[in-house]
C-alpha cells in the first residue's frame, strides 16, 4: 500500500513536471525538467521492482541515471554552443 | 519432326542465313537466294492434292510443352492446303516480283527479305495448325512480320505512322482473339481444333459460348479489315508495293477469312455468328466499295477494293453457316461456302496482279496519282493488258473469274430470302440489296482505275520520269497470275475438285455424310436465271454511274471528315494520351502529402470494408486484464507527452516532447516485466534524440505551412480514422484467440536445451537467431549509408574548391 502511495506521488511528480516540459517557458526549463523526469523514472522503477518483487530492473535505474546525465550535458552543451559534437578544428 | 514441320519452318531457317548471303555475295541481288524456297514449298503442297482429293486429311504432331498440353500440330486438309497454295505460289511471284522492283544498290534488301520470310513461315504455321496456341502464336508472328514491313522505308512518317496504326488495331484484335481461343479449350477442354469440331455440337448452352464467339470474331474483323476496323489496311499501303501485293490482298488479311472458315462448323448453330460474320462482311462490302471510288491513289484504291472484297467472302461465309440448320437433300446455302471458297482464291489471283501493275507503273512514272496519270496505254501495253484483266475479273464481268464467283456470290445472297429461321425472312432482304450496291461500285472503282491510268490522253510533262514499259522480269509475276485469271474463266472446273471441293468439305465439316463429297460445278451459264438480270443490272448502272461520276463525285466531298472512322481513331488515340497524361498530372502531385493521404485512405477503406464484412464482434471481457492505477497514470502522461509532441510551436518542444513519450514506453516496459526491451528503449530513445538535437540545427522553423483549415482538416479526419480502425482492430483480434501461445515451449526449454536464463537473450540468439543476424546487417547498412552520405559530399566539395 505504502509503495503504491509512492508510486501514485512519484506520478504526480512526473506529471508536474511534464507541465513544465510543454509549458516552458524557456529551453532551460524544459531540460530541467527533463532531467528531473529522468530521474523521478529512475525512481519509479526502483518502487516498481520492490512491487514486482524482482531484482530484474537494477540495471535499467543505472541506465536511466546515465543516460539523464548524458542527455542533459548534451542539452547543455547545445545550448551553449548549438552543436554537441564539436568538428576538431586542426585537422 | 516430320516433313510437314520442316516445310513450316523452313522460311524461319532460310531467314537466318539470309543477312549473311546480302553481306557476302553483294553481286547478285538476295531475291534470287529467297525464291527457290517459297517455289519448292509450293511444290510440296502440291504433292498433298492427291491426298486432300479424297478428303483425307494428314495430322503431324511434335511436343512442344506436353505438360501443358501444347503441341506444334501440323493439320493438313482442303482448306490449309488451299491457303497454303495461296502463300507459297503468291509468295513465290512476290518474291520474284520484288527482284525487279527492290534496287540492288538503294534498298536495305536483307531487311526486307528476312521480315518477308518470317511472315511466310508464319502465315504457313496460321493456316497448319491444328492447336489454337500454336495458331496464336503464329497469328501473332504475321503481325509482327507485318509491322515491320509496312514500316520497311522506316524513314517516312506516313510509313511509322500506317505501322503503328496496323500494329495496334492487329494486335487489338489478337489478343482478344487469344481470350476468345481460351475460352473455346475451356468449353471443348482440349486445344485442338479437329478435337473442338469433333463434338461442337454440345457447345452452343455453354455460358462461355457467345464470349468466344465475340472475341474470336473481334480478332478475325480486326486482321480481315472488317467494318470498322478496316482503317488500318488503307494506310498499310506505305508499304513497297511486293508487300501490299501479298500481305494486304492475298495472305495476311485473308488469315481472319481462313478462321472463321476454320471455326464455322462450331459457332455456325448460333444466329449471332450467322448475323454478325454475314451482317458485318456485306456492310464492309458495300462501304469499302463505296469509300473505294474517291480514292486518288492507286494503291488507295485497291486497297479499299481489297476491303470490300473480302466483305464479300466474309459475308458469304456468314450466309454458308446457315448450311448447318438445313437438313435436306438438296442443301442450298453449301453454294454460298463454295462461293467464298472460289472468291478467296480469284481474289488472291486477281488482286496480286493488279497490286502488280500499280507498283509497275509507280515505278516506271514516280506516281501513283490517277489525277496526274493517264494514257498510258500506248506506252505499256503489257501492263495495260494485265491491269485491264485484273480490273474485269474484279468488276465481275465475263470471261473472267471474277464473273463466276459474283455469279455464285448473288445466287447465295438471293437465297437468303429463302430462309426463314433468325429474322432473315424480314431483313435478309438487305444482303441482297447491299451486295448489288456494293458491286455496282465496285464496278466503278474497276472502271475509274483504268480509264484514270491508262486511257486519256497521255502527258508526260505531270509524271516524275519518262513513263515506259517495264522489264519482262516485273512483268512475269502479274502476267501468270493474270494467265491464272483467264484460264480459270475459261476452264473453271480446274480446279473444282482438286482444290475447291476439299475446301468446302472443310469449312462445312461434319455435314456432309462419310464416303459422300462435294458436288461442284461451276459454269458461265445457267440459264435466265435471277443473278444474270443483276449482272447485266450492274453492268448498266454502273455504266450509267461511271459516265456521270464528275457530276455526282460531290457527294464524297459532302462526308465530313469529322465522322470518318480514321478521324475517330485519331481522336481516340489523342484522347486516350492526353487523357492518361492529365490523369498523371492530376494525381501524381510530387508531394509527399498527397502520396500519404492515398496511402492512409486505402488503409482505411480496406480494413474498415473488411472489419465490417468480416468482424468478429463476440468480445469476450474475461480475456482483458485488469487495470491498474500505475498503467491509467502512465496512461495520462504518454498521451500528454503525444499531444504536445503535435501542438507544439518549437520543433524543440516537440523533440523533448517525443523523449518523454518514449521514456514513459520504456517505463511501460519496465511495467510490464520487460527489463531488456527497457534498458534497450532508454539507450535509444536518448540516442535518437540526440540525434534530432544533431539534425535541429539545420532544420527549419516548424511552420503552420500556412494551409489553412481544410488541410488540417483533412489531416485530422485521416489521422483519427487510422487510430480508431487499428484500434479496433486490436481490440478485435485481442479478443480472437482460437489457439494457445507456443511461448511454453520457450519456457520450459531455455534452460534445458539452450543452456541459458534469460528466455528473451535466447530466443535473440538462439532459438531465432536468424532474425537477429539480418538485423545486424540492417544496422550495419544504415552505418555505412550514413558514412557514405557524408563522405561523398566531402569529396563533392573538395572538388569544387580544387
Given at each position: 500500500m505504502v509503495l503504491t502511495i509512492s508510486l501514485v506521488i512519484l506520478s504526480l511528480a512526473m506529471l508536474g513536471f511534464l507541465y513544465r516540459v510543454i509549458k516552458g517557458p524557456s529551453v532551460a526549463d524544459r531540460v530541467m525538467a527533463l532531467d528531473a523526469m529522468g530521474i523521478t523514472l529512475a525512481g519509479m522503477v526502483a518502487v516498481v521492482s520492490v512491487l514486482l518483487k524482482t531484482s530484474a530492473f537494477l540495471d535499467v535505474i543505472l541506465l536511466i541515471g546515465i543516460l539523464a546525465f548524458v542527455g542533459t550535458v548534451a542539452f547543455a552543451k547545445f545550448l551553449e554552443r548549438g552543436v554537441v559534437i564539436e568538428r576538431e578544428r586542426n585537422r | 519432326m516430320s516433313t510437314l514441320h520442316w516445310a513450316m519452318v523452313a522460311p524461319f531457317m532460310l531467314a537466318l542465313f539470309v543477312p549473311f548471303l546480302y553481306k557476302h555475295v553483294r553481286?547478285?541481288?538476295?531475291g534470287w537466294f529467297i525464291l527457290p524456297l517459297p517455289v519448292a514449298l509450293f511444290f510440296y503442297f502440291i504433292r498433298y492434292m492427291d491426298i486432300v482429293q479424297q478428303y483425307e486429311t494428314v495430322t503431324e504432331t511434335v511436343p512442344w510443352i506436353p505438360s501443358l498440353n501444347i503441341h506444334f500440330t501440323a493439320y493438313v486438309d482442303g482448306l490449309s492446303l488451299l491457303f497454303s497454295l495461296l502463300i507459297t505460289g503468291i509468295g513465290s511471284l512476290v518474291v520474284l516480283y520484288s527482284i525487279y522492283y527492290l534496287e540492288k544498290e538503294k534498298e536495305k534488301l536483307h531487311h526486307f527479305y528476312v521480315y518477308l520470310l518470317l511472315f511466310m513461315g508464319a502465315m504457313l504455321g496460321v493456316v497448319l495448325s491444328d492447336h489454337l496456341i500454336t495458331l496464336y502464336l503464329f497469328w501473332e508472328l504475321t503481325s509482327i512480320s507485318s509491322f515491320l514491313l509496312i514500316a520497311y522505308w522506316y524513314k517516312r512518317e506516313r510509313s511509322r505512322y500506317g505501322a503503328k496504326k496496323s500494329m495496334l488495331i492487329t494486335m487489338f484484335g489478337g489478343l482478344l482473339m487469344l481470350g476468345g481461343f481460351l475460352a473455346l479449350s475451356v468449353m471443348g477442354?482440349?486445344?485442338s481444333i479437329r478435337e473442338l469440331l469433333a463434338h461442337s455440337s454440345t457447345f452452343v448452352n455453354e455460358p462461355l459460348f457467345s464470349v468466344a464467339l465475340l472475341l474470336i470474331l473481334l480478332g478475325a474483323f480486326t486482321k480481315s479489315a472488317q467494318f470498322p476496323f478496316y482503317i488500318w489496311l488503307p494506310d498499310a499501303m506505305e508499304a513497297p508495293t511486293p508487300v501490299s501485293a501479298y500481305l494486304h490482298s492475298a495472305t495476311m488479311v485473308k488469315a481472319g477469312i481462313y478462321l472463321v472458315a476454320r471455326l464455322t462448323p462450331i459457332f455456325a448453330l448460333s444466329p449471332l455468328w450467322i448475323w454478325l460474320v454475314g451482317g458485318t462482311g456485306i456492310v464492309t462490302l458495300f462501304w469499302a466499295s463505296f469509300l473505294a471510288s474517291r480514292q486518288t491513289d492507286l494503291k488507295g484504291i485497291l486497297a479499299y477494293s481489297t476491303v470490300s472484297q473480302l466483305g464479300l467472302i466474309m459475308s458469304l461465309l456468314g450466309i454458308g453457316a446457315l448450311a448447318f440448320h438445313y437438313n435436306f437433300a438438296e442443301n442450298i446455302f453449301i453454294v454460298a461456302t463454295l462461293a467464298a471458297v472460289f472468291h478467296l482464291f480469284n481474289h488472291a489471283t486477281f488482286k496480286g496482279s493488279l497490286f502488280m501493275v500499280v507498283g509497275i507503273v509507280d515505278h516506271e512514272t514516280g506516281t501513283r496519282d490517277i489525277r496526274r496519270l493517264g494514257g498510258l496505254m500506248t506506252v505499256m501495253p503489257m501492263t495495260f493488258t494485265i491491269a485491264l484483266i485484273g480490273s474485269l475479273s474484279m468488276a465481275g464481268l465475263p470471261p473472267f473469274n471474277g464473273f463466276l464467283s459474283k455469279e455464285m456470290f448473288f445466287t447465295a445472297m438471293l437465297r437468303v430470302l429463302e430462309a426463314d429461321i433468325f429474322s432473315l425472312e424480314t431483313w435478309g432482304i438487305l444482303f441482297p440489296v447491299l451486295a448489288w450496291c456494293g458491286s455496282v461500285f465496285t464496278f466503278l472503282y474497276s472502271f475509274l482505275l483504268i480509264s484514270k491510268t491508262f486511257l486519256g490522253e497521255y502527258r508526260p510533262e505531270r509524271l516524275e520520269k519518262e513513263a515506259h514499259e517495264a522489264p519482262v522480269g516485273m512483268l512475269l509475276a502479274p502476267m501468270l497470275l493474270a494467265l491464272l485469271v483467264i484460264v480459270i474463266g475459261f476452264v473453271p472446273n480446274i480446279l473444282s475438285d482438286t482444290v475447291l471441293a476439299p475446301a468446302v468439305y472443310a469449312v462445312l465439316?461434319?455435314?456432309?455424310?462419310?464416303g459422300e463429297g462435294v458436288d461442284v460445278h461451276i459454269a458461265h451459264w445457267h440459264g435466265w436465271t435471277p443473278e444474270v438480270f443483276m449482272t447485266l443490272g450492274v453492268i448498266a448502272v454502273g455504266t450509267v454511274v461511271y459516265k456521270t461520276f464528275p457530276k455526282w463525285n460531290g457527294v464524297y466531298r459532302r462526308l465530313p471528315e469529322r465522322l470518318s472512322l480514321n478521324h475517330l481513331y485519331n481522336r481516340l488515340l489523342e484522347w486516350m494520351e492526353k487523357g492518361s497524361f492529365a490523369l498523371n498530372e492530376r494525381y501524381m502531385t510530387g508531394s509527399v502529402r498527397t502520396y500519404l493521404i492515398y496511402i492512409f485512405t486505402a488503409i482505411i477503406a480496406l480494413l474498415s470494408v473488411s472489419i465490417v464484412l468480416k468482424g468478429q464482434w463476440n468480445i469476450e471481457i474475461s480475456r482483458f486484464a485488469p487495470v491498474g492505477i500505475y498503467e491509467i497514470v502512465l496512461a495520462v502522461v504518454i498521451v500528454a507527452g503525444a499531444l504536445t509532441t503535435l501542438v507544439s510551436k518549437s520543433r524543440l518542444t516537440s523533440i523533448i516532447a517525443l523523449g518523454s513519450v518514449g521514456y514513459t514506453v520504456a517505463l511501460f516496459f519496465v511495467l510490464f516485466r520487460a527489463p531488456d526491451l527497457a534498458l534497450t528503449q532508454l539507450v535509444i530513445e536518448t540516442i535518437s534524440v540526440a540525434l534530432f538535437l544533431l539534425c535541429f540545427y539545420h532544420l527549419p522553423k516548424l511552420?503552420?505551412?500556412?494551409?489553412g483549415y481544410s488541410f488540417k482538416l483533412t489531416n485530422a479526419i485521416i489521422s483519427i480514422a487510422v487510430g480508431v480502425v487499428v484500434s479496433t482492430i486490436a481490440f478485435l483480434s485481442h479478443a480472437y484467440k482460437p489457439f494457445e501461445s507456443i511461448s511454453q515451449y520457450y519456457v520450459e526449454n531455455t534452460y534445458e536445451k539452450a543452456a541459458g536464463k534469460n528466455m528473451v537473450n535466447v530466443i535473440l540468439v538462439d532459438f531465432r537467431g536468424f532474425d537477429t543476424l539480418f538485423e545486424i546487417c540492417v544496422l550495419a547498412i544504415a552505418a555505412l549509408g550514413i558514412y557514405g552520405m557524408i563522405k561523398l559530399r566531402m569529396t563533392k566539395e573538395e572538388k569544387l574548391e580544387k
Open positions: - | 553481286s547478285i541481288h538476295t477442354d482440349t486445344y465439316n461434319g455435314l456432309f455424310k462419310p511552420r503552420d505551412h500556412g494551409k
